[in-house]
């Protein structure tokens, strides 16, 4: 059940500007690598398995520039210094700012059955441990119309505001990802999208 959580927006912020931080160290070291010793070591800190949340700014249909988000439940596991999987990715925290002239869509993504979404990582850092995530599309049957149809989100990719965040102090770990294209039956369909970029924020303990 989605639920509303009055202390996200403050997280949202505080996340975001952990991002923006991520983003400008790494801009001023883009010729820095980490060696092979370096991110197994980083790896084996963060590998494992996490249960969690997914949360996402809400659409709000007054045009409130208010900050509002929900959650839903989900689970990921590193498996290696390379691959990251999240488990049953909901189509719903996805589908918050597809317009409302595509209703029926919208509607169907909400009754979708949840999605593995692989990703491939790759650590920039280590103090904190940090790594970019570049997920791979995510596609959903929905019916609706009288038909079924694929639903296909895309992301972006090798961008350092696609990236996660390990704190070793209280073993947390969030993770942002950026969605940015939309394809129904194969074809773009990105007018649908009220906005260009949808970020879900993923984090272990809130």
Not at 8 to 31: G, H, K, Q, R, Y
Not at 160 to 186: E, K
Request: charged share 20%; hydrophobic share 40%; with cysteine.
């Amino acid at each position: 059940m989605m639920k509303t959580m009055k202390q996200i927006p403050t997280m949202l912020v505080a996340l975001m500007a952990a991002m923006l931080s991520f983003t400008s160290c790494n801009t001023e070291s883009d010729n820095y690598q980490l060696t092979e010793e370096e991110i197994q070591k980083g790896f084996l800190t963060v590998a494992g398995y996490y249960d969690g949340k997914v949360i996402f700014q809400k659409n709000l249909a007054d045009g409130s520039t208010t900050i509002k988000a929900d959650s839903l439940d989900v689970s990921w596991r590193i498996d290696t210094d390379s691959t990251l999987t999240i488990y049953h990715l909901p189509a719903s925290s996805l589908c918050e700012f597809i317009s409302n002239d595509q209703k029926e869509l919208k509607e169907a993504l909400t009754r979708a059955t949840p999605q593995t979404l692989e990703c491939l990582i790759g650590f920039v850092q280590l103090n904190p441990i940090g790594f970019l995530v570049n997920p791979k599309p995510i596609t959903y049957d929905v019916e609706y119309g009288g038909q079924w149809h694929k639903v296909e989100f895309r992301f972006w990719i090798n961008s350092y505001s696609s990236c996660g965040i390990y704190n070793t102090a209280d073993r947390s770990l969030s993770m942002q990802v950026l969605m940015g294209a939309i394809f129904v039956d194969g074809e773009q369909k990105n007018s649908y999208l009220t906005e260009s970029v949808v970020p879900l924020i993923f984090k272990n303990k809130i």
